[in-house]
Each structure stands twice: as C-alpha cells, then as structure tokens.
C-alpha cells in the first residue's frame, strides 16, 4: 500500500473506534444525543485519534485502552466546533459542506450538545480504568487522564480560544497581536489538542516522562507548522486546491505569521519546525519500532497543499 | 452551636475548599478565568459540595482525597447555570442579584467560560488522584470518576436539561408533559448532582457498592422531594419568604407535580420521600458515625419555607 491507501484504511479504523463509543439515540435525551453524533460523523479527517493511535504504537502499545481516549479526543474536537459555530461565536452556517449544529437542532440544543459532548469526553476517557489493559495500569490511564483534561482547557484550547477573541477584538481596535501573542494562540488553540493526543498515546504505552515531554515538543511543533502553512497557503494557494477562499486574511488585514515574519522566514519556519518534529519521533524509533507512517503523516501534515 | 450556626460554619469551610482550587487570573487567558470565578464566586448555598463531605463523613472517609470532587461538583453546577442563563437558552440577566456572566463578559466569552468550568471541573477532580490519600486508593478516584462524570451528562444533567427544554417546547403547542416526563426531568436536571454529591462521597470514602446504591436512592428522594415542595412553594408560599414571585407556574399554565397531583398528595409524597432518605441516612448510622447535621440538613432541604 502506498501512504494514500494506508491514510485511508487507518482512518476507516479510527472511524469504527469513534463509532463504538458514541451513544445510544434513545430515551428522553434522545434529541441532545442525535445533535451530538450528527456533529460527530459530519466528517473530518480524524488526524488527533490517529496521531494518538500511531503515538500509541511507536512506544510498543497495544490492546484497547487507547481506545477510549481516540474516541475521546475527537469529542471534544468536535464541541470545540460546534460552540465556536455558534452564533455568538464565529457564527457559521456550514462546516464541511454540512449545515451547523445550531442551525439544524436551533441554538439551546447546540450549546447542550457542545456540552454533552465535552461531558462525554471525560465518560468515555474513564472507560479506560475498565479495559483489560487499563485495570493492569490505573496510573496510566490516571496520567493520561491529567494531561487530556489540562491540554482542553484554560491552559490549553479554551485559553487559546479566549487569546484568539481577544486579539481579534482588538485588531478591530487598530491594536495588532504581537508575535508572542500570535504563538500562544497557535500553541493552545491548535498545537494542544495534538499534544493531547501524542501525549496521552505516549503515557498509554508506558513512556517515561522524558519521553512524554519529547511528544508535547514534536506535537507543538507540527501544530505551529501547520498554523504557519495555513498563513502561508492563505497567500499562495489557489481556490481549487484549498476549496476554500484564499487571500481571507489579507482581506481582513489580519496579523498573520506571514505578515509579521515575512514569506521566506515562514516558510523556512516551517521547514524547520517539522523537521525537528520527525527528527524527535525518528530518534524514539532506536528504541522501539519504528512508525514510517507516523512520520509521514506529519511530514503530509505541515507540507500539505490543503 | 445550633443547626442554623453549624450550617454557617460548614458552608464557610465549603467556600475555602472551592476557593483553594480556583484557577489564577493571569496570562492571555485571564478574562475567561475571571468570568468563571466571577460565576462561581456569585454566592450559591454550596449544599452540593456540602452533601458530598458530609456522606463522606458519614462513611468514615478523613483526609482531603474528597476536597477535589468537592470543588469540581461546584463548577460543573455553576457551569450549567452559566449556560442556562445564555439568550439562546433562558436568557436571564440576573442570578442572586448579579449580572449573570454574558451581561457582564459577552456572550462569546460566557460560553467559553462555560466550557472551561465544565473542563476545569474534570481537571480539578482528577488532582484526587495527586493526594496522599488519593495515592493510597487510587481505585476508588477512579470510580468516583466515573460516577461523578455520568451524573453530568446525557445520563445525568444534561439529559434532564434536553428533556425540559423539549417539555417547555410541547406545553406551548398545547401537549402537556406526563408524570413520567416530569419524573425524569426533576430526577436528572436536579437529583443527578445530588446523586453525584453524596455517591462520589460515599465512594471515595470506601463505602460498598450496596451502600453506594443506598446513597443513589437517598439522593433520587432528596432531588425529587426538593422539586415537589419547589411547585407547592409556587402556590403557596408569599413573595416575602421565597424572595421571588409566586404563582408563575399557574400564570403560565405549566404543568407541575402539584397539577398532577394535587396539593394533598404532593405533601404526602413530600413527607414520605424525605421520611425515607433520612431512614436511609440513619440505617448507615449503625454501622458507621452518625452524622446528625446531614440528617437535619436533609429535612431543612426538602422541608425549607424557601
């Protein structure tokens, strides 16, 4: 199998562990729940479960108890969107070519979802105490457990959210972010889900603390090359390859990393970033098997076209 | 002390527990932390909190392993409420006399603040596992987890929310709500934090599972004879005593345990329910301490002229 064939199958598997863990549709809750697994399987590319599957395995994990963190992940991904669509919010018809939550089940019902959603998060991560593995390893999945919560909140995607408010509020103001202000934003608002997921995948296979701390460093990297190339494909990209508008940011005189370093420097940023980002995981694989696909996954990930 | 000084002083031991582990206002993320301890600082009775020590109490439990769950119930309460009063949900501009959080910080950011109790609640139980006790026990964190996650969500709170949400919706088309619904609505939007509090007690103060299941009923009566005397309070109490306007539910035509039942009958059942869970409270006396301010805070809950 080439990468493409191999990204697909292993997205399908990520897709099935999703599945296995969302809730039943049933009862009095019934509406809540339906709103919360429509937004759910609306699609997405599943890249934090598989991050922390691939993470998972490159320290020599096996069994179920990954699982329920994989499903857990992309739960709360998934609420992050559906409050960010919120009217008072980004205030978003569509995402993905798919009406948004509140516009199909009405505003109350997305904020309840949003936070059955995060809720469920944490119900399905503590399923892990209960798999085979996990019962042999309660310090693991408690571990595991303390970064997932602290990489969702305050210190880690809501601080980034309330960051990304701010600054736009008040760009508006004439006030430009600051490159510091910029970075935090990236590092919690994108960088600390996938610090989430390398990180919890690392803890789950037994990974000392050394090792975990080399995960949250390669993860932010991948997570600020990402945002830079989004800065950078914003100016060079082309409608048809992103299928999305191009050029929004300049539009909008937004501060973007490419305004504040310049094209080259970004780009050599991004270079750079990943670079470091694939030597760290190749350094593990001297010590337990080798992930090429990981690798690879984030080579596609930060060099990516769209 | 009498019970109404007792009452005061353990509600000022609750509140320094809470405050000792609020996050600190500073960094890019400051404002969404201070809407969250702008909302959990708003004033509230804390008997949550409050039920969950005094059941650990009653099961021997010492040390401070429950001091985490006690805060976190907290938030995860205040955070439902931060939410319910949004304009895309009740739209209340005030709570006990305060602005409520998206009058003061915006919308957008009440919604964050939100989020980031509800995170922040989880964050905060799992530091259980951190302490010299929690070390000691870690299965038992784990279960008080477990519980204290399901009795938020779709299974719990937020179940009950969707459902009254959805009852409201069908009176104004004419289709009252059934005994069963209503059940359902006050046993999940009210008992299920209850049930969380005195549970996660329980729990973490190595009680049985029977006596853990005991606690869940004693809770279920406590929430559902609190809702009843609620709906007999709107007929009969005065403006004076309760602080907030009487009759509304006969104004809008709302369909009440009180309309179901009638008046005699819901005073029955008031009596029987709280009759049975202080039974329950005191069968657990034999064996372990007795915990006679729970008993009374328990019929001072349910028997309240407010």
Known sequence: MNFKEELAARTAQVETVIKKYLPEEKGYQKTVVEAMNYSILAGGKRLRPMLMQETFRLFGGSGEVVEPFMAALEMVHTYSLVHDDLPCMDNDEYRRG?????????????????????????????KAFGTADGMQAPDRVARALGVFAGKAGIYGMIGGQTADIEAEDREMKGCPVTEDGLLFIHEHKTAALIQSAMMTGAILAGA??????????????????????????????SLEVLGKAVGSDAKNHKTTYVTLKGMEQAKRDVERLSGEAVSIL??????????????????QLVGREK
């Open 282 to 299: 190749a350094s593990f694989s001297l010590r337990s098997l080798r992930n090429e696909f990981l690798e690879e996954l984030v080579l």
């Open 98 to 126: 798919k009406k948004t939550t509140h516009v199909v089940y009405g505003e109350g019902m997305a904020v309840l979802a949003g936070d059955g959603l995060l809720n469920y998060a944490f119900e399905t991560a503590v």
């Open 208 to 237: 000392d603390g050394e090792a975990v701390r080399q995960m949250e460093k390669c993860a932010y990297n991948i997570g600020i090359a990402f945002q830079i190339q989004d800065d950078i494909l914003d100016v060079t990209g």
